[in-house]
């Protein structure tokens, strides 16, 4: 009788060890669940909450901000917008934006950054001065490509002198046909996002395990085949980060344009989806909320689409080994 007891009283104990561990375990989640509340606060007043008021707003017809009123629910919004030949102006700035700056911004990073790793001398010298245009103001920037760029009744412009040395005609590439503005466009937008790329895949570049290149030049390894196979692998996370991100960031173009051709984008065909927004709630097409909205909601679904689409298809090539 008495060899049982210690037995019975350790079966009794164990619902209340088992108790004791899950009362711990919920003051655990629970003190986590406050440090995280700060956080969930503001992204759900300043984030959830605005994108479910914008997407109410892009339902209602002929809302008015002053009474707040509107005259009915449906999808009015959504076919103006897109039967809009200034949305579809801008939507088509902004995929030619995305589609041609994000690649060749991100490939001439990755090979400066490569060029900056494998130099010793200046190197800290040289990622300054490629760092600069990040950190100048980006209105600053653009007045110095429309003073490059634009012809004016007493100066065809320094890029046009320097055409004209090869026997091209002088072009107007602010106030001009559509394509020369486009270019131009393009090449600001790539000179002013290149910098922040630089900085990231030179950090990148620096943190892969100069183990793996050792092991490849003793195997007379050709550079471009370490590059291929070793480099890209090992920093593919942080192209994948950037793509992801500068796709993004095109997609939300504006301060560009309105660096390079003013704030009358519409009339020089050169607005972008963002651009659009802020006229339809502030520009000289402003007052309509309704329109604003939906073509964000549009903007939105865009962007979460192509964002879908890039973690799909990077998924299966990207390596996290160390």
């Known amino acids: 009788m008495n060899s049982s007891a210690p037995d019975g009283a350790a079966v009794s104990c164990e619902p209340r060890v088992r108790a004791d561990k899950e009362l711990k375990m919920d003051k655990k989640e629970m003190k986590g669940w406050l440090y995280l509340l700060p956080a969930i606060l503001f992204l759900g007043f300043f984030m959830v909450y605005p994108l479910i008021d914008v997407l109410v707003y892009s339902f209602e017809e002929g809302y008015n901000f002053a009474s707040q009123t509107y005259y009915g629910t449906g999808l009015y919004n959504y076919s103006y917008v897109l039967h809009d030949p200034y949305f579809l102006q801008a939507l088509k700035n902004t995929f ?3 589609i041609v700056t994000v690649p060749l911004s ?25 760092f600069l245009p990040y950190v100048t103001n980006t209105l600053a920037v653009g007045l110095v490509f429309m003073i490059l760029f634009r012809r004016t009744p007493y100066t065809d412009g320094f890029v046009n002198l320097i055409l004209g040395w090869f026997g091209a ?13 486009m270019f131009v466009l393009c090449l600001y937008t790539i000179w002013v996002v290149m910098p922040f790329k630089i900085l990231i895949l030179t950090s990148a570049l620096a943190s892969v395990n ?5 092991a490849a030049k003793v195997d007379g390894t050709s550079k471009f085949r370490i590059f291929m196979r070793i480099t890209l692998p090992m920093i593919s996370p942080t192209l994948v980060y950037l793509i992801i991100t500068g796709f993004i960031g095109a997609f939300k173009a504006y301060s560009d344009a309105v660096a390079l051709f003013g704030t009358n984008l519409n009339t020089a065909e050169m607005n972008t989806i963002v651009g659009y927004v802020y006229d339809m709630l502030y520009g000289s097409s402003g007052g309509y909320p309704s329109y604003a909205s939906a073509a964000a909601i549009l ?6 689409t192509i964002t879908c689409i890039n973690l799909m298809v990077s998924g299966k090539h990207v390596h996290y080994g160390s």
């Open 169 to 181: 005609g002088p072009v107007d590439f602010i106030d001009g046909p559509y394509p020369a503005k």
């Open 106 to 130: 991100t490939a001439a990073a990755l090979l400066i950054s490569a060029g900056l790793s494998s130099i010793k001398p200046l190197r800290s010298l040289y990622q300054t001065i490629y």
């Open 210 to 214: 100069q183990e793996y290149y050792n």
């Open 299 to 304: 903007l939105f679904v865009i962007v979460l």
């Open 96 to 98: 030619i934006l995305v």
